[in-house]
Every structure is written in C-alpha cells, then in structure tokens.
Nanobody
C-alpha cells in the first residue's frame, strides 16, 4: 500500500511555470508506476502524464507534450511534474496516483492523493 500527497499548486499567469510534487509513504513506492491526472470543474478526470517504476519510461497527454515533464526520485519517494508555458486550459485539480501497471487509464490506478489546485489566468 502507498499513501500519496500532492503539493505545489497555486495561482499563476499564462506562460508561467510551476512544479508539482507527489510525496509518498509506505515501503512499496518504488514498485508502483505513478500517474498524474487532472480534473477541471464540470469535466471528467483526465490523464496528464505517467512514469514507470524506474523512471525509464514516461508518457504524456498530447495537450501537455513538450510543456510538462514528469520525473521521480525513488530515494526521496517523490514524483515531480514540471509544468511550463502554462495555459488557462491547464486550470484544474491535479492528482497523482499509483498503479501496478504502466497505464494512462484512471481505473488502473489504485491509490490516489487528495489533489492540488492549479489556476492559470490569462
């Protein structure tokens, strides 16, 4: 089992950068792939990025490719989402989630954090 806590959200201007962190507790963190998802008001939760157990494989939604970078530090039990060139449409609650498989699908993730809010104004 793994517990996840997101941090780093805030209110920024379009074009700014922000780094989200996903801190984990529990001894099985390095056995999990970690995904980032987001949910805007009135919309379904959607995939943003994911990273494999070792950090050797990553995947991104087309909407963030080239602007967001996911990384992890297993020694610190932390996954990061570096977000650059932020747009108003990136406004959402961002969640990290753990999965035993490398997946882009919400339902494949068993453990979720509480979310951190990102607001991008134009």
């Amino acid at each position: 089992q793994v517990q996840l806590v997101e941090s780093g959200g805030g209110s920024v201007q379009a074009g700014d950068s922000l780094r989200l962190s996903c801190g984990a507790s529990g001894r099985t963190f390095s056995r999990h792939n970690i995904g980032w998802f987001r949910q805007a008001p009135g919309k379904e939760r959607e995939f943003v990025a994911t990273i494999s157990r070792s950090g050797g494989s990553t995947a991104y939604a087309d909407s963030v490719k080239g602007r967001f970078t996911v990384s992890r530090d297993n020694a610190k039990k932390t996954v990061y989402l570096q977000m650059s060139s932020l747009k108003p449409e990136d406004t959402a609650v961002y969640y990290c989630a753990a999965s035993s498989i490398f997946s882009l699908v919400v339902a494949d993730h068993d453990y979720w954090g509480q979310g951190t809010t990102v607001t991008v104004s134009s």
